[in-house]
């Protein structure tokens, strides 16, 4: 009886359903689909989505709102992820909140100041105000940029909000906060405001550079057949036929190793003269690595990086390198070899607390780089009658990208060119974690002269790509009327929210490699 009465009252729900009756399921009309209706999205080409609330949450600072993450109100129109931010207005007429610092400073160098944000508003004609706050490093003479009220044009639904600061000039690499202001002006309690993905000019200027990226990408990759550079492969210094012990071409690089906490040794790569190909393949010594960590209680027993190589009148090799102990003191080490291959290193460093760049041999001295200074000496292997003279230092060159740090100075000459050129890699965020490479220009090696082109010499890779962090140590060569650039990137396939937050344990060292041709070089430093 029971089993009979469940299934009239099933067919009586059904007639009246099909009758016109409302079902318990049946929806009303949303009467805010007509404000969503027909949304199309901006073009937010050269812009990145920095806050979602999906992959990452920034945090958000305020002296009396909450904001936190919630699930979205309303997933259709102009925003339809799972979450978003959201707070309630506790009253003040102009209530702000602002994020932690940026990782990386803003970059305006290939996209116009201008900024993004998905707002869901209680109301219409609510004031929204976005203002980009200074690095603390940039100076005390910058001040907070703030746009011009941007109004809300709908209640209750998703809209893009766009805030333009390119009127008011910032300068690009010196801003790291964003402080939004809601209903500025206003001081009604208890409305509930969202936003979502807010978007910031894209730093990914990689197109924009001089040097483009050419050749097996990458040339040289960690290799789990060699123990000695199964993780990282890395700082490639070159050697051409006129300048090394053989007439051939030599590249010396470090490798890293999972062993005892990744130990770091140096290795040997040769091309015959003859044979020379720009971008390889370089053949491996066997040998390898030429200059191994030294024994515990030694001033190189955790890493030897940096390799600066130079072939004295002598004919003998000097192979200045950077030495780690384990407890971190960083020391110029120097080893010699007759045959490239075979080093015997000095009992003592060459320099403490210092780290090498490069080296050279010219008009009887030797020049060691290592960063913003050069030591001069006539005999490689001690430092008796040195003189030290200072070449470049932090800030002056374009875009202010290498304000807080330069490093990794790597000088040569071009034929029939009567200057000396010093690439070198910068940043404006991070001691150790450059983005960009610079030239300076110089007529004696130690008076230097940054070229004032905005147009970027070459940075790190696309968002995505296996260099997408970090570069280092541009190595440049000239061959057949074209130059070849040469250096150490750092990163991992695939998409990261935040590629700027540092050595991720995943990433790695490899080697890339760029050209571009003299003729543009040359007009590029203004040389004609």
């Known amino acids: 009886m029971v089993r009979t009465s469940i299934i009239l009252a099933t067919l009586a729900l059904s007639l009246a359903a099909c009758q016109g009756g409302a079902s318990a399921d049946t929806e009303d009309p949303d009467p805010l689909d007509e ?23 920034m945090s958000f600072i305020s002296p009396t709102l909450t904001v936190s993450r919630v699930g979205n109100p309303r997933k259709k129109g102009a925003n339809t992820s799972r979450r978003c931010g959201h707070f309630v207005t506790a009253g003040g007429k102009y209530e702000y909140m602002y994020t ?100 910031i000019p894209d730093d990914d200027i990689s197109d924009l550079a001089l040097f483009k990226r050419v050749g097996p990408d990458p040339v040289f990759a960690p290799d789990k057949a060699h123990q000695w550079m199964n993780t990282h492969i890395a700082n490639p210094a070159i050697l051409s036929p006129e300048k090394s012990c053989d007439g051939n071409w030599w590249l010396y690089a470090r490798g890293g190793n999972d062993i005892n906490n990744s130990n770091e040794q140096i290795g040997v790569f040769t091309q015959k003269a003859d044979e020379f190909n720009p971008l390889g393949p370089w053949t491996y010594y066997k040998g390898n690595p030429v200059i191994a960590v030294g024994k515990s209680g030694s001033y190189d027993e955790w890493r030897c990086l940096d390799p600066a190589p130079v072939v004295g009148p002598d004919g003998k090799t000097y192979l200045y390198y950077k030495a780690r102990t384990r407890s971190a ?4 080490a120097l080893a010699w070899s007759t045959d490239g291959y075979n080093f015997t290193k000095l ?63 790597m000088v040569f000459r071009l034929d029939g060119v009567d200057k000396w050129f010093m690439a070198y890699q910068g940043s404006p965020d991070h001691w150790d974690f450059p983005d960009r490479f610079h030239v300076a220009i110089s007529d004696d090696l130690v008076t230097w002269t940054k070229v004032q082109n905005p147009q970027p010499l070459f940075t790190r890779g696309h968002r995505g790509k ?63």
């Open 466 to 528: 296996w260099d997408q962090c970090a570069i280092w140590y541009p190595e440049i060569f000239e061959w057949e009327n074209n130059l070849y650039l040469y250096y150490e990137g750092w990163g991992l396939e695939g998409f990261l929210q935040d590629r700027d937050a540092g050595y991720m344990i995943e990433s790695h060292s490899s080697v890339g490699a760029a050209t571009c041709s003299k003729a543009d070089f040359l007009k590029w430093c203004g040389i004609e």
């Open 329 to 332: 003191n960083n020391d110029i």
């Open 35 to 57: 404000l969503d209706a027909g949304y199309v999205e901006p073009d937010f080409t050269g812009y990145f989505d920095r806050v979602n609330f999906e992959d990452q949450t």
């Open 100 to 199: 932690t610092q940026l990782s990386k400073n803003l970059d305006f160098t290939g996209t116009p100041a201008k900024f993004w944000m998905k707002v869901l508003a209680p109301k219409a004609g609510a004031q929204v105000i976005l203002s980009i706050d200074p690095n603390p490093d940039g100076g005390n003479y910058l001040q907070t940029i703030q746009s011009d009220p941007v109004l809300t044009t709908k209640a209750g639904v998703w809209e893009d909000l766009c805030f333009d600061l390119t009127g008011k000039n910032p300068m690009t690499n010196k801003y790291a906060k964003i402080t939004l202001m809601f209903d500025a002006g206003g001081e009604t309690v208890g409305e509930d405001w969202y936003f979502d993905d807010i978007r």
């Open 347 to 409: 009992d003592q460093p060459w320099l403490k607390n210092a780290g090498t760049c490069d080296a050279l041999y010219y008009d009887g001295k030797y020049y060691i780089f290592r960063g913003t200074r050069v030591d001069i000496v006539s005999n490689p292997l001690n430092r008796d009658g040195v003189v030290t003279r200072t070449t470049i230092t932090p800030g002056g060159a374009p875009s202010h990208f290498d304000d807080k740090v330069l490093h990794g100075t």
